[in-house]
């Protein structure tokens, strides 16, 4: 119903800045919020961020507060992750997902990309 593909992951020097995307096709007028997870090597998966439809309303886990920056482009059906003054235990597979609007959990997820901070 929904296809998430992220992209922009690559290898960053503590200190530096990428910006992650996900492009959403299909039936993207049933998304609602939307989000960022990671995972690192041997870790469980852990919630980054999220942004409601609108982008009105957004959400970050206190490790990234300050330094990423959620937003969303619906004419573009693309949510953006903004990634500054990254540091070594940013490192992992980032995963943007979707809600479904009548859905309580991130039912749609993409395949992941590679950010690895490392100098």
């Known amino acids: 119903q929904v296809q998430l593909v992220e992209s922009g992951g690559g290898l960053a020097q503590p200190g530096g800045s990428l910006r992650l995307s996900c492009a959403a096709s299909?039936?993207?007028?049933?998304?609602?919020?939307m989000a960022w997870f990671r995972q690192a090597p041997g870790k469980e998966r852990d919630f980054v961020a999220a942004?409601?439809?609108?982008?009105?309303?957004?959400n970050y886990a206190d490790s990234v507060k300050g330094r990423f920056t959620i937003s969303r482009d619906n004419a573009k059906n693309t949510m953006y992750l903004q990634m500054n003054s990254l540091k070594t235990e940013d490192t992992a597979v980032y995963y943007c997902?979707?809600?479904?609007?009548?859905?309580?959990?991130?039912?749609?997820w993409g395949q992941g990309t590679q950010v690895t901070v490392s100098s």
């Open positions: 997902a979707a809600q479904k609007w009548d859905d309580q959990t991130y039912g749609y």
């Open positions: 299909g039936r993207t007028f049933i998304i609602d919020d």
């Open positions: 942004t409601s439809r609108r982008g009105g309303i957004t």
